[in-house]
């Protein structure tokens, strides 16, 4: 039984990237149409070191954004800013320290944001761990949900004031969470023996109870900010480091043929992040340039409703966001 407990998430995660590659062997990637130029707005987006956040800050910058690289990988982050700015000399790009394993570090990261006084109109909820060995967060949470998850909930959580000041009712700012197919494999609701592969569903799911429940609560307030989820396929990037060797090697294989590049994958978030198609539109799970429907369980509301509650718990926030006068 114990040994079904743990192969069967295995089994389950690798029947869902045999879809994704199914899908991806008959489908395009999604191509990104002309956008509009972004001059004067500012984003930050997470984990934009490398892969296919590296490739959402190319893009953003080369639109005119002002972008903040929000990442643990320091002197990564520093290449990245060096790099884009050798392509583009107008390009407004630069890197802060972020540790989503710590709420302490995104704290810090928030306050020295604001004390800066920067608008923010987009925020790329974008950096992922992906089949981490069981550990914990510097909060003693478990690494997918801590990461992927709780460090994300906090960042929103206390950036959203400034997201709101900085939207206009035909100009939103713009809230894009990176999920992953796998999380149609996630269930909050059960309590079983430590899986990475099942916690790394769990923390993709929460991502998206989370971006319905924000929308809704957008919504409710008239807030001029919108909330979506992202699926950016199955992306050739460094998230797949803690693959099994074997499977590692199949994964190199099958990646030349199937796997999408870091900036096909990038190109669903950007889209959120930035094109007129989506102004004002929100709560909506984007799969290759387009809306697609998440898992059943992703649409509970009383679920979205008890992991906002549980998060809030968690981050020492309040339970809920306050409404507009």
């Not at 107008?90 to 704290?107: G, I, P």
């Not at 990038?266 to 007129?276: D, K, Y």
Request: with cysteine.
């Amino acid at each position: 039984m114990e040994f079904l407990q743990g192969i069967l998430p295995v089994l389950r995660l690798y029947l869902i990237g045999v879809k994704v590659l199914l899908y991806q062997l008959f489908n395009s990637p999604f191509t990104l149409s002309v956008l509009p130029k972004q001059n004067g707005r500012v984003a930050i987006v997470t984990g934009g070191a490398r892969g296919m956040g590296y490739e959402t800050v190319r893009r953003l910058t080369s639109l005119g954004m002002h972008v903040i690289i929000a990442s643990n990988h320091d002197n990564e982050g520093l290449a990245a800013v060096k790099r884009i700015s050798e392509e583009r000399n107008d390009a407004q790009v630069e890197f802060e320290h972020l540790d989503l394993a710590s709420l302490k570090s995104v704290r810090q990261f928030v306050n020295r944001f604001k004390q800066r006084g920067l608008p923010l109109h987009v925020l790329v909820n974008n950096a992922a761990v992906m089949l981490v060995p069981e550990s914990t967060t510097e909060e003693g949470l478990e690494q997918h949900f801590g990461i992927n998850y709780l460090g994300h909930f906090l960042l929103t959580s206390l950036l959203l004031d400034t997201l709101k000041r900085s939207g206009q009712h035909d100009s939103c700012s713009r809230v894009v969470t990176v999920s992953s197919s796998a999380h149609h494999m996630g269930h909050l609701k059960r309590r079983q023996s430590y899986s990475p592969h099942a916690a790394y569903a769990h923390s993709k799911l929460a991502l998206v109870l989370f971006t319905y429940r924000l929308q809704h609560q957008l919504t409710a307030g008239g807030f001029p900010v919108t909330a979506n989820a992202v699926d950016p396929g199955m992306v050739d990037t460094a998230l797949y480091r803690h693959l099994c060797s074997p499977t590692q090697l199949a994964k190199r294989l099958v990646a030349r043929l199937l796997f999408w590049t870091p900036a096909q994958g990038a190109s669903t978030a950007i889209f959120g992040a930035a094109a007129p198609e989506l102004e004002g539109v929100g709560g909506c799970y984007l799969h290759n340039g387009r809306r697609a429907c998440s898992s059943g369980e992703s649409y509970d509301e009383a679920l979205q409703a008890d992991l906002w509650t549980q998060s809030c718990r968690l981050a020492g926030l309040l339970p809920e966001p306050r409404r507009a006068d």
